[in-house]
């Protein structure tokens, strides 16, 4: 069995070097920064015990992480196991949106397309598998991908305690021992993730309190510090569970946050008594605190600039007004 730690456990400022650590021991991913310029740190190892890769990372930041192209060699294409000990990240593959919050399990297939999105300290235990060895193991294995699972209790449970175990005792471990692993993993793979099997954390009271999120997002969308910590804070209840009812409903709190953000900064865009009022400005007014990050959101949201957006349409307020010709 081959043990190769990558980086000392004290974190190392920066992004310099995360990327590389991300693409050998956990992923094929490009990493930006969602904030160019902002804190980050990190610390990455990893661990080989024969198919089984393994990697321990914290990470404590803003940021997001693309798998941009397919995998060319199917043979090659990995399945990532990954249980959330601290924090929460989120991702989107295929039009399906997960947000894993801690003590959570989540099955990625990393040789397709996805986005993936951190904010906040986070710990992740990971194991890579080849797909093609799960395939064989676990029939109907593309429906329990994409799918956040609590490991509060049984199959997922006892799959998060021998991800720990596998861990802590892998340098203990003889070839033939070794050999063991990858197969208990397919088992308890599929009994943790089944279909039928009961998701993360339901309650009744989820409307309610989805409906008291929205209401808080709309308060204080202008303030640059709003975060999931502090809307949990209003709401009187975990940011483990305050992701869990954004996902029931099919948004995260940052993508709320954003989208609020930015129809309000559309509709100021327009506004006359804003006319004389920069970009910028209008940017920070809604909380954005950084003005190119902005403009790559509004972007992606509305497909043109908001310089372009602001010109567009302030021409045509102005021609409809004095009736004339487009």
């Not at 900064?265 to 804003?274: G, M």
């Amino acid at each position: 069995m081959e043990v190769f730690p990558l980086h000392a456990a004290r974190p190392t400022h920066g992004l310099t070097g995360y990327e590389s650590a991300i693409n050998q021991l956990y992923a094929p991913m490009v990493i930006e920064p969602e904030v160019p310029g902002a804190h980050y740190e990190w610390s990455v190892t990893g661990q080989r015990c024969g198919m089984l890769g393994m990697s321990a990372i914290f990470a404590n930041g803003e940021i997001r992480a693309r798998v941009a192209e397919a995998t060319d060699h199917p043979p090659a294409r990995q399945i990532i196991l990954t249980f959330v000990e601290r924090g929460c990240f989120e991702f989107i593959q295929a039009g399906r949106h997960t947000v894993c919050p801690a003590n959570s399990v989540v099955l990625m297939d990393v040789g397709v397309p996805l986005d993936a999105y951190q904010q906040g300290p986070l710990e992740i235990l990971s194991f890579r598998l080849p797909e093609i060895f799960l395939r064989q193991r676990i029939a109907g294995l593309s429906g329990l991908l994409t799918r956040a699972q609590s490991a509060h209790q049984g199959a997922a449970a006892i799959l998060r305690d021998l991800m720990h175990s596998s861990w802590r005792e892998s340098g203990q471990l003889g070839p033939d021992e070794g050999q063991v692993l990858p197969g208990m993993f397919a088992s308890l793979i599929d009994a943790a993730f089944t279909p039928g099997k009961p998701a993360l954390e339901n309650d009744s009271h989820m409307a309610s309190i989805h409906r008291r999120l929205q209401t808080v997002i709309e308060a204080e969308a202008h303030n640059p510090f709003l975060s999931p910590a502090l809307i949990a804070a209003r709401l009187g209840i975990s940011v483990s569970y305050l992701f869990t009812v954004a996902r029931r409903y099919g948004k995260s709190v940052r993508e709320s946050v954003i989208e609020r953000r930015l129809e309000g900064c559309r509709s100021l865009l327009i506004d006359p008594s804003w006319a004389r009022r920069s970009i910028t400005e209008i940017a920070f007014h809604w909380g954005f605190q950084d003005s190119s990050h902005f403009s790559r959101r509004f972007r992606e949201r509305f497909g043109v600039s908001p310089r372009a957006y602001r010109v567009l349409n302030t021409s045509r307020g102005y021609r409809d007004a004095h009736g004339e010709a487009g």
